[in-house]
C-alpha cells in the first residue's frame, strides 16, 4: 500500500531516493510488470510549493532501482 515519508524541517544535505520491489502477490500470467510513484513535495502548504512524480516500473522481485535525489541548501544559501 501507499507509505509516506515526511520532514517538517529536513537538514541541510542530499537526499537519495530509491524504492524496491519486494514481493509479488500478481495472480494473472498477464498482468503487467509493478509500478511505483514517487511524488516529491517541496515547500509544502506554502506559496513556494513545488511537486515532482518519479514513476518506476518494475521486472523481477528484489530489484532496487535509484529514483533520484534532492538537495537541501544550508539556511544561508540560495534554494
Known amino acids: 500500500g501507499p507509505e509516506e515519508f515526511a520532514l517538517r ?3 541541510p544535505g ?3 531516493f530509491a524504492v524496491q520491489y519486494a514481493w509479488d ?3 494473472a500470467a498477464g498482468a503487467l510488470p509493478p509500478v511505483a510513484q514517487l511524488r516529491v513535495i517541496r ?3 506554502t ?3 513545488s ?3 518519479h514513476t ?3 521486472q523481477r522481485v528484489g530489484q532496487q532501482t535509484a529514483v533520484g ?3 537541501i541548501p544550508p539556511d544561508n544559501a540560495a534554494p
Open 51 to 53: 511537486e515532482r512524480i
Open 14 to 16: 542530499t537526499y537519495r
Open 56 to 58: 518506476v516500473r518494475f
Open 47 to 49: 506559496a513556494k510549493q
Open 25 to 27: 502477490r500478481r495472480q
Open 43 to 45: 515547500h509544502f502548504g
Open 9 to 11: 524541517q529536513a537538514k
Open 69 to 71: 535525489e534532492l538537495v
